[in-house]
């Protein structure tokens, strides 16, 4: 017996002792057969590949049929073997999960992303029915990430981007966790390896003090515990993964030492009320950080992860950041929706079908096209989420920044197409306010008030917007707001002024700097100089020796500020834009704002003469849609 397979049936046998092993060992020498003679790009047989991806699961204690299925995976699109002889062989349920994994014919699509959409449709719509799908595919895609440095350039940041895109938010809104954040740390390897290799260098020069400070709070952690009666199961320490770190540095605004400075723990207890009294030892023990305590006990996130989040302030110079849980909430957290799923046939129970709702939203694909259909999933994944309150106190979760019509849309489709006013928090506020968690909101209907197109300016949940869309007979999933801000055909490095030798200024795409933004620049390998905010992130790793001073180069004398009103119409700034661009108008920026039924557009142009400005103004007043216009000076 080969020793990879040898391996599989003992990890097997050591969660599930009376499971029949023959069908596995059946499967291996199936896929190898099926596999003979094939290479993957690292040169190893092609078999090594289903083998990694079982034991990625191994970590899940799947069954019998999800082993089979993974082993077979590969089988139909790379051997003679159809979906007829698996099923024959191996029965309809591990048939049906390989039919799920494999990705469907390339005739007659009109595009690669026609091909790419309708592929990730069939998984998702098989994943809705079977979550061993999507289970196998992310395990898969791990695999497949281990092994990327094999591959081209082009496909390595390919590949990666559509992992960190689509792939890493899945397993996020399935509570697979261990497999999200190692798909992000490979992502961010290849689309930024400067930024990658810097962590891990200075991750390196870090780890002896941290792991110094973290085994003394542990002690002192145990220690006041044990003091106070506290039965608990585990005090460890929690290793942060590299993306999480770099996307802490950006969304905080931080430096790495900032960010870095900060020792994550987990305290696993026996009951909910347990959690509490820990907290609150952890509260009295140190200070506090105001804004960083997040109860995920009491209101659970959509994929059932549920845990006290807590940060401190220590004496030891570091921020501690505390997770408190059971053990059977830890259970869920390590595991994800596994945990909810017994894996035979359609056993499920509600948990488990709350997570995967948010399928049903993104598998509403009838009247998109593939890149809306692809442009939705990756918003729908990316979003974080919030829970809010009706005033019941009923919790409901939104992604984040969404509005209180996003809130009545959730609640019910009458209740939106009718809202006219919200109250958060007993305060009347605007329908276009960001709503925050904890924030109880309150809908007030009227027969009168009807949908508006404006409202797809600003909602964010996919619920809330097929809904309008379906209200005011909008076929088109295209999203206003996107429209509306199309800004590529501004060309603002030609604003920027800087001393030395002449060469050509890029605009960073990382943090992507807007006129009148404070910003530096970098020379970079190939001569060119990129510009940064100055607060980006990425500069960390940039070096000194390669700091440019830039400055923007318009006087405040010659900028006009133009307030543009128009009616709420799809493409309006592209149609502006193109407009003042073909008569060589000097646009510097653009901003928009929904303002009532109508939108406010904002733009900022450069002049020579006030000769321009009349010319600006003469071009707005001949598109359709402009009604009212107003010219103001930069002070």
């Known amino acids: 017996m080969d020793k990879a397979l040898q391996n599989i049936l003992t990890e097997v046998k050591s969660y599930d002792p009376k499971s029949d092993l023959k069908l596995i060992q059946k499967a291996y020498e199936r896929s190898k057969d099926a596999h003979s003679g094939q290479k993957r790009m690292s040169g190893h047989d092609y078999i090594d590949h289903p083998v990694e991806v079982v034991n990625i699961l191994l970590e899940f204690k799947p069954d019998i049929p999800t082993i089979c299925a993974a082993l077979l995976h590969d089988v139909i699109e790379e051997s003679p073997y159809n979906l007829k002889d698996i099923e024959k062989e191996f029965g309809t349920e591990i048939a049906s999960l390989v039919e799920g994994e494999t990705k469907t014919t390339k005739v007659n699509f009109d595009s690669p992303e026609a091909y790419t959409a309708e592929n990730w449709r069939k998984i998702l719509l098989a994943t809705t029915k079977d979550v061993r799908v999507i289970l196998i595919k992310l395990a898969d895609r791990l695999n497949n990430m281990r092994t990327l440095k094999h591959l081209r350039e082009d496909k390595q940041k390919r590949i990666s981007k559509e992992t960190m895109e689509i792939y890493a938010p899945i397993a996020h809104k399935l509570g697979l966790y261990s497999i999200k954040g190692e798909l992000e740390d490979l992502s961010l390897r290849y689309l930024k390896p400067d930024i990658y290799q810097y962590l891990k260098k200075r991750i390196n020069e870090k780890r002896e003090n941290r792991e110094d400070k973290a085994e003394m709070i542990l002690g002192l952690v145990k220690k006041n515990l044990e003091e106070k009666k506290i039965e608990y199961f585990e005090v460890s320490g929690r290793a942060k993964y590299f993306f999480s770190i770099y996307k802490k540095m950006i969304s905080d605004k931080k430096s790495f030492d900032e960010i870095y400075d900060l020792i994550a723990i987990r305290i696993i207890v026996k009951s909910i009320p347990d959690c509490y009294r820990v907290l609150a030892e952890i509260h009295q023990l140190w200070k506090p950080i105001p804004g960083r305590f997040k109860d995920y006990v009491a209101v659970p996130k959509s994929n059932g992860y549920q845990s006290l989040h807590t940060d401190v302030a220590t004496p030891f110079d570091v921020v501690l950041e505390v997770q408190i849980r059971t053990v059977d909430m830890h259970y869920v957290a390590k595991y994800g929706v596994a945990a909810h799923w017994r894996y035979k046939g359609t056993d499920r129970d509600k948990k488990f079908d709350k997570r995967i709702s948010w399928l049903e939203q993104v598998l509403d694909w009838k009247r998109k096209a593939p890149g809306e259909f692809l442009d939705t999933l990756r918003v729908d994944l990316f979003r974080d989420e919030i829970v809010v309150f009706s005033p019941k106190g009923d919790p409901i979760i ?238």
């Open 398 to 635: 939104l992604p984040e920044e969404s509005t209180p019509l996003d809130f009545a849309y959730e609640i019910h489709t009458k209740i939106g197409d009718s809202c006219s006013k919200a109250r958060v928090n007993k305060k009347l506020v605007a329908l276009d306010y960001k709503l925050k968690s904890g924030d109880v909101i309150h809908i007030i209907t009227s027969p009168n008030s009807k949908p508006s197109r404006s409202w797809l300016s600003f909602v964010v949940s996919s619920k809330a917007k097929q809904k309008i869309r379906s209200s005011l007979g909008i076929e088109s999933d295209i999203d206003p707001k996107q429209v509306r801000q199309k800004k590529d055909k501004i060309n603002l490095a030609k604003y920027i002024a800087f001393e030395g030798k002449k060469a050509q200024l890029k605009l960073s795409k990382c943090c992507n700097p807007k006129f009148e933004d404070k910003i530096v620049a970098y020379k970079m390998k190939e001569g060119t100089i990129t510009v940064h905010k100055t607060n980006c992130p990425n500069i960390h790793t940039m070096g000194k020796s390669r700091k440019i001073k830039v400055s923007w180069n318009v006087p405040q004398k010659d900028i006009r500020k133009i307030n543009v009103y128009v009616e709420d119409k799809l493409a309006m700034v592209e149609q502006i834009l193109n407009s003042l661009l073909k008569f060589n108008i000097n646009v510097l920026s653009i901003n928009l704002k929904p303002h009532k039924r109508s939108i406010l557009i904002t733009l900022k142009i450069k002049i020579n003469s006030e000769t321009d400005v009349k010319k600006t103004v003469e071009i707005l007043k001949t598109l359709e849609h402009v009604n009212y216009i107003d010219v103001q000076k930069i002070k």
